[in-house]
């Protein structure tokens, strides 16, 4: 496998004398969706805000892909009703950029016809489609994105999320991504970190959803509801949930091919970890 884009090694976080995060470890490669979850308050945004440099870990080190490119989406975003600007003036405020590279991104995310619109007319979807460009004009190697169905209908967040992983595909950027929406995210990640303020377990969507760590914090009924939904891949896992390398193909006992879409349900995954308390 190849050096990964980003790598997390027994990072703690600290606010005061309390501990955010306490030992975590994480990794993104290239080419790979990795969704964190966790109940609020479980150290989400301590990670992210690791993962992009903008606070260093009090315990542990960051390791980053060399002239590593990261687009970012965030969580809260407002405009002021009263501040004049389209979408074609908000995109420039990037750099510098070309109309039709502005053109080409919104292109990308479904966005082209709010190109003119004034930021404040957006609909929940659309702004976050018009971020979502955005970020995508640095042309990252790791997307980031911190909540991004914020303000989005539930029919919206199910194709936004259809379309970071289409970007996926399309790029072969990494993603890191932070989401509450369980049911949805689940079907378009290749590993789940699941956090409360360490990593309770982690791996692929089929194996944390029935991991023990993972129904103690969100309950066996939801992990019921779950247990059942539609995952598609073209590349192949080994049992961490980390992606082969195509040369690699899926070593027999050691790893699994996706190239399909059907429902799974399991007793027990096969591939997740869990550290148990800290």
Sequence with gaps: MSAPLIALDRVTVRYGAEAAVSGVDLS??????????????????????????????????????????????PQAWHVEDTLPITVRRFLTLRGAKTGADLEQALEEVGASHVIESPLQGLSGGESR?????????????????????????????????????????????????????LHLVMAETDRVFCLNRHVCCSGTPESVLVHPEYLALF??????????????????????????????????????HHDHGHDHSHDRGPGATGTGNV
Excluded: F, W
């Design 219 to 256: 309950g066996p009924q939801l992990g019921r509801e779950l247990a059942v939904y539609t995952h598609h891949h073209d590349h192949d896992h080994n049992l961490s949930g980390h992606p082969l390398d195509p040369a690699e193909g899926a070593p027999d006992g050691s790893g699994h």
């Design 28 to 73: 993104i490669a290239r080419g790979e969706i990795v969704t964190l979850i966790g109940p609020n308050g479980s150290g989400k945004t301590s990670i992210v805000r690791t993962a992009l440099g903008l606070i260093s870990p009090d315990e542990g080190t960051v390791t980053t892909a060399p002239s590593l490119t990261i687009g970012y989406v």
């Design 129 to 181: 489609r018009v971020l979502l460009a955005r970020a995508l004009l640095r042309d990252p190697d790791l997307l980031v994105l911190d909540e991004p169905m914020a303000a989005v209908d539930v029919a919206g967040r199910a194709e936004l999320y259809r379309l970071i992983r289409l970007i996926r595909d399309r790029r072969g950027c990494g993603v890191l991504l932070v989401s509450h929406d």
